[in-house]
């Protein structure tokens, strides 16, 4: 039990212990503090935040936002907000509050309103299961053509094999796809436990590596003292070969291609979890990095839905599939453009096992 009679914790103690980010701008419209989830989210330090004008920190360009920002008196939130912070690109929500007792004060919260949110839609996942009981009902003939297709080529010349190895191979292609858009629609999740992250890291890397003739230069940057994560080691295994796999093709056409996979805690990552009704804290991140062309701008927001790739011979369904296993294990997958260093990130933020 806890004494009646303990001290309660300083204000600034309960500010830098929550899981948003907050920042206090003053009349003039500059930044005087800044909690620790703020720094994380934005990248930067309240040394180099304090005295900065709150529009120009974040490079809003709306002039309808930024007009109001400057109305000390005017309370606003906007959600899916563009901002730029030194190299880096961010999507928000923003809230800004005005304090009743101090004229001209405020306080705004942010929080990362990138694509990575929006599989917590009900009616997203509506979508998927129409898909995953159409796939099923197409197995039952796919297997009955690549039976056909063995029994002919039982019968037929050496000439003729050929064609009823391909027929096969197409149905084996086919089946494929199949299973990952089952695998979208499947509601339940596989259970999870405490994982060690670096060993399910180098088990991906190994199988992306044994099925590839790339000639990528591969570096590892791990925190060691990271603790287990809650996860299920298939799943997590399989986004991080999906995701090493795709920065693996990414690079392949540049002079010297490089991936990195990063490991590192984070504070301030909290995501609110709808199936178990209150928020998780995910402050274990895996990074996966390639210095590759990048993705088409044209699809940059919608890169997670199903059925939409930039690759010539892709299906779309590798992230949709990394979002949906992410998701189950209670965590999300976002992924940003360094435009100035020319390099692509995709970050996966898991919660960490008790």
Known sequence: MSEPHAALPAARDQINGLGFAMLLIAPDHVIREANPAAENLLGLSLARMEGRPFPDLLSLTGSTIVDRLRETDTQLTARGVDARVGDHDLRLNITVSTLANHPGWRVATLSDASQGERFENYERRGQLRGPAVLAHEIKNPLAAIRGASQ??????GEAEKTLTGLIADEVDRIAQLIDRMQRLGRERAEPVGPINLHEAIHRAFETVRISSDSSAAWREEFDPSLPPVLANEGALVQVLVNLMANARDACAEVVSPQLVVRTRFVSGIVMNVIRLGRPVKLPIEIQVSDNGLGIDPSIHDDIFEPFITNKTNGQGLG??????L????????SHERDKAGGWTHFRIHLPMAR
Do not use: C, N
């Open 319 to 324: 992230l949709a599939l990394v979002q949906k």
């Open 151 to 156: 029994l002919l080529g039982r019968k037929v």
């Open 326 to 333: 992410v998701r189950d294990m209670d965590g999300r997958v």
